[in-house]
């Protein structure tokens, strides 16, 4: 399917309000007809990725640092659960220290990238995540 014919779902895992709203803007001002949704934390992604009422998201993009379940922890349950594992998940966050990283790779993230400091650097690391998964990379389908 082409992928400008179709709908694009995106699971924002995020806690910061202001992060959350700068990468919403960023997404959205690709053109691509995509639905965003938000969850502060990752027992709230759980919870949302398990509700079938909800769309399957194409693409996780996950802060480590959260309240309740941190990022860690939740990229750990992703790729152990059956059902949510080939959703690709990009690593989304302000610590680009070593064993983040490679904690991150170890639990199977798909991408790390660490959050640039200034407003330009920010949307233009946002949008080629975006143009990556979107226009790049082949998504495995449904389990």
Do not use: C, W
Not at 80 to 92: E, G, K, N, S
Not at 118 to 126: I, Q
């Amino acid at each position: 399917m082409n992928s400008l014919s179709r709908t694009y779902d995106v699971l924002l895992v995020e806690d910061d309000p202001a992060d959350a709203l700068l990468i919403e803007e960023a997404l959205r001002e690709h053109g691509m007809a995509r639905s965003i949704s938000q969850a502060e934390d990752g027992l709230a992604a759980l919870d949302y990725l398990r509700d079938p009422a909800n769309a399957r998201p194409d693409l996780i993009v996950l802060d480590l640092n959260m309240p309740r379940m941190k990022g860690r922890e939740l990229l750990e349950v992703l790729k152990d659960d059956q059902r949510l594992l080939t959703i690709p998940v990009v690593v989304l966050t302000t610590s680009g220290a070593p064993d983040d990283v490679r904690a991150a790779y170890d639990r199977h993230a798909n991408a790390y990238v660490v959050k640039p400091l200034h407003l330009d650097e920010f949307t233009r690391a946002v949008r080629s995540i975006d143009a990556f998964f979107l226009e790049t990379a082949v998504q495995a389908p449904p389990s």
